[in-house]
């Protein structure tokens, strides 16, 4: 079974850029996430997603990042204005229905973003 | 709402017992993760635990949970160069959306 895939793996913006990064889910997993994980800290949920519906995104900073799942799969988030703060590896997970039960959560490779 | 806590270091000799420790603040949460996190890679999840049992073993990992103290541990048996990493504590919130909530990560480093 493939896991979650992720792209770009880098990458390096200057400030006031916009960026955007790509996440495939596992094959038929309904629940989607976006982590920030700042270096040194555990990751922190911006956005999840069942099917193509949003449940949580009270952490996004939605005057800059916004993210959709348009046909319940494949997911994008988008940083725009990006700011020196959010330099991180940026983590897509999927789970097979994070709101039934079926909690495990399976984590992409991640996005390492640099703004400089 | 959860605040998860964990050591941030901690070093141990090849084929000695690793002990990480983790406190959270939820007492109703409802699933207690632990993750691996290797160097340039995503989590990797190791095992978890419902909160009505107290211990869980799988091969060589036990976990412990104290849920009168809100402590979660994490015990390797015969730890390995393979193990270094870092390990991260999650407990799953009661919200609707039954997010995780991570803490900031244990480095485990295992000297030969």
């Known amino acids: 079974e493939a896991g979650v895939a992720q792209s770009p793996r880098y990458k390096i913006i200057e400030k006031r850029q916009s960026v955007a990064f790509w996440c495939n889910p596992i094959s038929g997993h309904a629940t989607l996430y976006w982590y920030q994980q700042i270096l040194g800290q555990g990751p922190k949920l911006l956005i999840q997603f069942q099917n193509n519906g949003v449940v949580d995104d009270s952490q996004l900073p939605k005057d800059r990042f916004s993210a959709e799942r348009l046909k319940g799969v494949d997911s994008t988030l988008k940083i725009q204005p990006a700011k020196l703060e959010d330099s991180a590896v940026y983590l897509c997970?999927?789970?097979?229905?994070?709101?039934?039960?079926?909690?495990?959560?399976?984590f992409g490779p991640g996005t390492r973003l640099t703004v400089t | 709402g959860e605040d998860v806590e964990q050591s941030l270091f901690l070093s141990v000799r090849e084929g000695d017992s690793s002990v990480i420790n983790c406190t959270y603040t939820d007492s109703s949460s409802t699933y207690l993760y632990w993750y691996k996190q290797e160097p340039g890679a995503g989590l990797q999840l190791l095992t978890y635990i419902f909160s009505n049992m107290d211990m869980k073993q799988d091969q060589r990992l036990t976990v412990l949970l104290n849920k009168k103290d809100k402590h979660l541990s994490l015990r390797i048996a015969d730890t390995q160069t393979g193990d270094s990493a870092i390990y991260f504590c999650?407990?799953?919130?009661?919200?609707?959306?039954?997010?995780?909530?991570f803490g900031s990560g244990t480095r485990l480093l295992v000297r030969p």
């Open positions: 997970a999927s789970s097979l229905d994070g709101l039934a039960g079926a909690y495990e959560q399976y």
């Open positions: 999650a407990g799953r919130g009661m919200d609707s959306s039954y997010k995780l909530i």
